[in-house]
């Protein structure tokens, strides 16, 4: 069973890493510790662990590290008594792209409105053929949908600011 699970783990480290790097503008490397450390969790992973699993060089693996490290998406914890540091993701990472996502939705919505309020004129000043006519369901659903969907993410970015809430 372990392994089935750690096969799984891999599989989604490369999917998520892909997605990471082109979505982060991240290096290949990079996106991967990245992935992996989303996908180990709260217990955090070590840079050994990231030697060995990546199969990346002590030097690769640092400079990623330092570089996620500055970049606020990944922080450190250390247990008493045991010298290696745990590797886990910034929740603050995780805020700023919600951040980002509701501010890219915000603006979106605002064209979507504009666009729809020139139909809406032009359509008010064309007294001919209703076939001419501006059809305004498409703009009305999608602003409909980005305030819904804006909602829900504001939601989980209440219970991300929250202490208690663990990712």
């Not at 990231?50 to 400079?63: E, F, G, P, R, W």
Request: charged share 30%.
């Amino acid at each position: 069973m372990a392994d089935i699970i750690c096969k799984e783990k891999m599989s989604l480290v490369e999917k998520l890493g892909v997605h990471i790097e082109k979505r982060e503008q991240l290096a290949p490397v990079a996106a991967r510790i990245l992935s992996y450390t989303i996908l180990t969790g709260k217990k955090g992973c070590t840079f050994e662990d990231m030697v060995n699993i990546l199969c990346a060089s002590k030097s690769t693996i640092s400079t990623h590290l330092n570089h996620l490290q500055d970049l606020n998406k990944i922080e450190y914890f250390t247990k008493t008594g045991d010298r290696k540091k745990y590797f886990i993701i910034n929740k603050d990472m995780v805020v700023h792209h919600v951040d980002n996502l509701m501010n890219e939705w915000k603006e979106v919505r605002e064209l979507h409105q504009e666009i729809r309020t020139y139909k809406e004129t032009v359509n008010s000043q064309n007294t001919g053929d209703d076939s001419e006519k501006f059809d305004l369901n498409f703009h009305n659903d999608y602003i409909k949908f980005l305030d819904e969907a804006t909602a829900s993410i504001e939601i989980l970015r209440t219970k991300l600011t929250d202490d208690k809430f663990e990712i």
